[in-house]
């Protein structure tokens, strides 16, 4: 594993350990760490959602695009 060092303001720091506290942390970089996966997810999602809206229109959500979809959510509809 690659170490990074960062500087950071004493108000950043104290929140940072505020968060490690918090939240049960074992340390300041597996707080980091976890930020950091967040912002590749938000990343990715990002780019699903720019990739889906350029694919072209999209269905129209009605009643039966809610119903199928529900469908789909409870097993009765593989489609």
Partial sequence: MATMNVSLPDGLKEFV???????????SSEFVRSLIRREQERTALRALLVDGMSSGP???MDDSYFARMRDRIHGSDPA
């Fill in 17 to 27: 350990e505020a968060q490690v506290d918090e939240h049960g942390y074992g340390t």
């Fill in 58 to 60: 999209g269905s129209e």
